[in-house]
């Protein structure tokens, strides 16, 4: 039961690097989101998608892209990291329909030097 | 807009023992789930327990309940029968029952079990 697949787990970036993290997903849900987690708060929606080939700009999406090029795939990248994207990043995805019940993989811990 | 509200930054319990973990919201939108997502020092966020905006009843999840007060925008977490492996940190979580809508998550609170 893998659900929600988070890589890599663990990354650290100097100033100015790229660098995309995967998330995958095998529950055929229709919808994925990326988010940040700062300590001290809740998480923050960066990017989503509502199927394949479609994005949208959640509430920080400065600084990242996304891309869905295949539904069970959700990717985010860093063009040029800086030290303000120093977080955990989740990925979460959800049915189409229902409770919209999100279900988040292992998170990926990212430091910018 | 809408805002989740924690404001127990910690919470302190002896195992056995029922903790009520608080959480307000704000919404205008008639139509909204309401959520509780566990996440321990491991890092991942857990889903424990929906209360959708036109449920009757509370919502029960085995040793979790949703005291949902819908005129006060409540939706407190009950935990009955702490146990050590409770301990972690409790995030509150809404979002609108439209498509894609992302989850707003309080700040959360901090669970700790002792025995």
């Known amino acids: 039961n893998a659900g929600v697949t988070q890589t890599p787990k663990f990354r650290v970036l100097k100033t100015g690097q790229s660098m995309t993290l995967l998330c995958a997903q095998d529950?055929?849900?229709?919808?994925m989101y990326w988010y940040r987690q700062d300590p001290g708060m809740g998480l923050r929606l960066i990017h989503y998608?509502?199927?394949?080939?479609?994005?949208a700009k959640g509430e920080v999406p400065d600084g990242y892209n996304v891309s869905r090029l295949k539904k069970q795939n959700f990717l985010l990248g860093l063009e040029s990291a800086a030290p303000s994207q120093t977080s955990v990043y989740f990925c979460a995805s959800s049915y189409s329909r229902g409770k919209n019940i999100q279900y988040f993989g292992a998170g990926t811990r990212l430091s910018v030097l | 807009a809408q805002k989740i509200t924690q404001t127990q930054p910690g919470m302190f319990v002896q195992e056995k023992e029922a903790v009520t973990l608080d959480c307000t919201y704000d919404t205008s939108d008639p139509s909204y789930g309401l959520f509780w997502y566990k996440q321990p020092s491991s890092g991942e966020m857990i889903f424990l327990i929906y209360q959708g905006s036109y449920d009757q009843q509370n919502a029960t999840e085995g040793r979790y309940s949703l005291n949902f007060q819908k005129a006060r925008k409540s939706a407190n977490l009950v935990i009955s029968a702490s146990q050590l492996g409770d301990s972690a940190m409790y995030f509150c979580a809404m979002t609108l029952n439209q498509a894609g809508t992302a989850l707003i998550f309080g700040k959360g609170t901090t669970l700790s079990v002792s025995s």
């Open positions: 529950m055929n849900h229709e919808y």
């Open positions: 998608s509502v199927g394949e080939g479609t994005t």
